[in-house]
């Protein structure tokens, strides 16, 4: 089956550092997606992984091991525009996302 | 350069209504893919479109088929319409050779069923 997790939520300080997790299982796994989605609004796009490694942008970076079936979004130096869901979704076959629940970040002064 | 463009942005229906709703890709790219986001949930993927054909499609029923036309842009179209058909709907638009896994995503089309 196609199956996608990650937290359903966490929260962070201001300036810190957050490590948000995903573990997938997919069917012709064609890459890893990262989104940022603010309430009411379309998800945007943040980073793809299809090799193994670590891909920085900025505050933000991705991680992929496909042997492990395993992600994470990190995110440096938080502001309070990061307060959002992120959502993982894994590239099934051709172009085909399968996204996990998604998991919402809160960020405190 | 405009982005992914959907309409209508907002719109009410009652049970039983059919609903179209539109997409029009990102210049340059000539795939589509519809998603269905309810309420706190992540989206789920109905169906693509390359060439004017559904190429693949996910695990929705036969109320829900759509369109592509020569110029890329695509109709979704859901007849019968169901409480539970109430959701964010998402177009999303690629090229079919996946460069850098550019996929992206319009504003969408929020339908509420009464």
């Known amino acids: 089956g196609q199956n996608i997790d990650q937290p359903t939520e966490m929260t962070a300080t201001e300036g810190a550092i957050v490590q948000i997790n995903c573990t997938y299982q997919t069917s012709g796994f064609n890459g890893l997606f990262w989104y940022q989605q603010h309430a009411g609004e379309a998800p945007t796009f943040l980073s793809y992984n299809v090799l193994d490694g670590l891909e920085e942008k900025g505050r933000f970076s991705s991680f992929l091991s496909r042997s492990k079936g395993y992600s994470y979004l990190l995110l440096k130096e938080l502001q309070m525009k990061d307060s959002a869901s992120y959502l993982c979704a894994a590239a099934s076959g051709f172009q085909k996302l399968v996204f996990g629940t998604g998991t919402r970040l809160l960020v405190s002064p | 350069d405009a982005g992914v463009t959907q309409s209508p942005t907002h719109l009410i229906k009652t049970r039983g209504q059919q609903v179209t709703l539109r997409c029009s890709p990102k210049?340059?790219?000539?795939?589509v893919s519809w998603y269905q986001q309810a309420l706190g949930q992540g989206p789920q993927f109905i169906f693509q479109y390359y060439e004017e054909e559904e190429r693949q499609r996910g695990n929705f029923p036969d109320r829900f088929s759509g369109h592509q036309f020569p110029n890329y842009s695509s109709e979704l179209n859901v007849n019968a319409l169901l409480l539970g058909d109430s959701a964010l709907y998402l177009c999303?638009?690629?090229?079919?050779?996946?460069?850098?896994?550019?996929?992206?995503f319009g504003e969408g089309s929020r339908l509420t069923v009464l």
């Open positions: 210049s340059g790219h000539d795939t």
């Open positions: 999303a638009s690629s090229l079919v050779s996946w460069e850098d896994g550019e996929l992206f």
